[in-house]
């Protein structure tokens, strides 16, 4: 029960780190994330840095939760947008029902998105394995306190590949395929992995504690 794998969003699909036992044992890249999933046939658990269990009217108590306890990095928790925003056909589309929902604005950045939340939103249904991650809930629970150095910078990515590095995720030079991917993104996935093996070995805790399902059928929690 120990090899799981965590996903993240990258520029052009999807990076995915593979431990055994929170040691490196791969990573891997596809531009859709069900093709990725079913190169994961034998994980037993897998995160994934999206929005999974999208809201009917926002916002969910996951978003919330989080943000809380993420602290000085709480914007990196943006709150999931209803589903019929996602589903929209385009930007000034989702903005305008949005405006109806909730009385704001849908960035340009925030939309973008749009394509691999529905891409989770499909996969999550049927399979069991995935849990929503988010990679700085997770880093702050590893760290056993807020962070406050952007992973955009120098300090950031130094002091989450260390958190890592404590906790037994060595991430080699060489990724092969994956070497392509971003370095926060690699490092999002990793945490997201370290998250999923807490997942797979019950250790792990979400926000909200005790999720229910929504009108999906899907319950929206953030798993750390």
Avoid: C
Avoid at 71 to 85: A, D, H, I, K, M
Avoid at 151 to 177: H, M, N
Wanted: hydrophobic share 45%; charged share 25%; aromatic share 6%.
């Amino acid at each position: 029960m120990t090899l799981v794998a965590g996903i993240d969003g990258y520029r052009r699909g999807w990076v995915a780190i593979v431990l055994d036992d929170l040691r490196y044992q791969s990573a891997m890249i596809m531009p859709d994330l069900a093709g990725l999933v079913a190169r994961l046939e034998t994980a037993w658990s897998i995160g994934v840095d999206i929005p999974i269990g999208l809201p009917h009217r926002g916002p969910r108590t996951a978003d919330i939760e989080a943000r809380r306890f993420v602290g000085p990095r709480r914007n990196s928790v943006f709150p999931t947008l209803p589903r019929v925003v996602w589903e929209a056909p385009d930007l000034a589309t989702a903005r305008q029902l949005n405006q109806q929902l909730s009385g704001r604005s849908v960035s340009a950045q925030t939309f973008a998105l749009r394509e691999k939340v529905l891409q989770a939103d499909q996969v999550a249904v049927s399979d069991p394995r995935i849990r929503e991650v988010h990679p700085e809930v997770s880093f702050r629970e590893l760290a056993g306190q807020p962070l406050t150095a952007p992973k955009s910078t120098w300090a950031g990515i130094s002091l989450r590949r260390g958190l890592l590095l404590g906790a037994g995720v060595e991430l080699p030079d060489e990724l092969g395929e994956a070497g392509v991917a971003g370095i926060a993104d690699v490092l999002d996935a990793a945490i997201v992995a370290w998250s999923a093996h807490r997942i797979a070995i019950g250790e792990a805790r979400s926000f909200p504690r005790e999720p229910r399902p929504g009108r999906d059928g899907i319950a929206a929690a953030i798993w750390y």
